[in-house]
């Protein structure tokens, strides 16, 4: 019952973090267009950072559950 426990959650938190990494993408883009407003553009920066952490809590997760799912 474990095994898909831990199944599920590493599809999930693969899910979202590969959500956060189009999120972070996304902002990037904003971030290095110059037609946008400064204050746009370092709003889309500040949010591509939490994306990028957010990204890696997400693999990081995921990678654990992988490994527990195979024990």
Known sequence: MDTIKNAANYVSDSVQGAGSEASKEAH?????????????????????VSDKMDQHKHETSANVEKEAAKH
């Open 28 to 48: 990037k883009q904003v971030a290095k267009d110059s037609d946008a407003s400064l204050s746009t553009r370092a709003s889309a920066g500040k949010d591509m």
